[in-house]
């Protein structure tokens, strides 16, 4: 089994920051791509970010310049920066992984985490 475990969110005001981590543990043989997605209500889930393997990255425009992806091949965590917080960054942030366990590979499957809130209001 394969678990991704996010941590890290909260209530802040405008302009502040937070830093998600996303711990991904279990029978891992490996990780590709994994990516920050978040779903405000009534809204469609949307990406955020994503990184590969080798610490390509990509951001939706909405965050480019505000938030950083990142993540540690060791600790098979990835995080998630974010500065200058809008009220529009209110949502729920999930992430997820292309990940290949111990009996699927060469295949990978995609796992999500259970969702982290992420508030900003004043």
């Known amino acids: 089994q394969v678990q991704l475990v996010e941590s890290g969110g909260g209530l802040v005001q405008p302009g502040e920051s937070l830093r998600l981590s996303c711990a991904a543990s279990g029978s891992i043989f490996s990780i590709n791509a994994m990516g920050w997605y978040r779903q405000a209500p009534g809204k469609q889930r949307e990406l955020v970010a994503r990184?590969?393997?080798?610490?390509?990255?990509n951001y939706a425009d909405s965050v480019t310049g505000r938030f950083t992806i990142s993540r540690d091949n060791v600790k098979n965590t990835v995080y998630l920066a974010m500065n200058s917080l809008k009220p529009e960054d209110t949502a729920v942030y999930y992430c997820?992984?292309?990940?290949?366990?111990?009996?699927?590979?060469?295949?990978?499957?995609?796992?999500w985490g259970q969702g982290t809130q992420v508030t900003v209001s004043s």
């Open positions: 997820n992984g292309a990940i290949a366990s111990t009996t699927s590979y060469p295949f990978e499957n995609t796992y």
């Open positions: 990184i590969t393997s080798d610490g390509r990255t």
